[in-house]
């Protein structure tokens, strides 16, 4: 069965600073890979997506994530993040042809003004 | 553009109630889901439908049933709610056929006291 970890329970970062949040899965056969984010009180919106090709894939509001096959990672990146980045963000994960969607835990981002 | 449309969006029950949480979508998608969200343990499925009157179990499905009689409508009931069944729900759909996208509606937050 597919899982999904994200390491990052809660981070907290100042406005500026560079961000990476770390999502590993599980499993053996060709994926398609997402982060979306949830902001308070919101829904989830899709933040990006790998489906083939290029591994770094940008994605909206200046997000960026690499999938590093070897690995089994989809991290998600940001150079300079803004306090309206504070929400919640999840990586989640799909097997080729299935239709499910397995989520992680959800990374907790608070970015302090 | 309605997208995904859940109702309601806040419901408090008492243990041992049922209710029916609805959700509709106008996009025309095959596959639509339904997940419960609980702190620190990310999004997890309740159950699923790849179209009109096939349905199938999620990761967490006891306790919920769920219908699909149309294509644009899934349901979510509840038998006899238990406190272990508060939780914030969401519904997603997304288009067979092509890679899964989900998009999901604005969530139902359920507490059952």
């Known amino acids: 069965a597919q899982s999904v970890s994200q390491h990052n329970h809660h981070v907290i970062l100042s406005e500026a600073a560079s961000l990476e949040l770390g999502c590993n899965y599980s499993y053996g056969g060709t994926v398609n890979l997402f982060w979306y984010v949830q902001y308070p009180g919101q829904h989830l919106q899709l933040l990006l997506k790998y489906f083939s090709g290029d591994p770094l894939v940008k994605g909206i509001k200046g997000f960026e994530a690499e999938f590093i096959k070897s690995k089994f990672s989809f991290n998600l990146r940001k150079p300079s993040v803004q306090w309206s980045d504070t929400a919640e963000y999840f990586c989640a994960v799909n097997a080729k042809g299935a239709q499910k969607l397995v989520f992680g835990q959800g990374t907790r981002l608070t970015i302090n003004p | 553009n309605a997208g995904v449309t859940q109702t309601p969006k806040f419901q408090v029950l008492k243990t041992g109630q049922s209710m029916t949480l609805q959700c509709a979508q106008d996009m025309n998608h095959e596959y639509m889901s339904w997940y419960r969200q609980d702190p620190g343990m990310g999004l997890r499925l309740i159950h699923y439908?790849?179209?009109?009157?096939?349905?199938d179990q999620g990761e967490v499905p006891n306790g919920y049933n769920v219908s699909r009689s149309t294509t644009e409508d899934f349901p979510l009931r509840l038998l006899s709610a238990a406190p272990s069944q508060t939780s914030v729900y969401f519904c997603?759909?997304?288009?067979?056929?092509?890679?899964?996208?989900?998009?999901f509606g604005q969530g139902t937050r359920l507490t059952v006291v």
């Open positions: 439908s790849v179209g009109a009157g096939i349905t």
């Open positions: 997603a759909s997304s288009s067979q056929g092509r890679v899964t996208e989900a998009f």
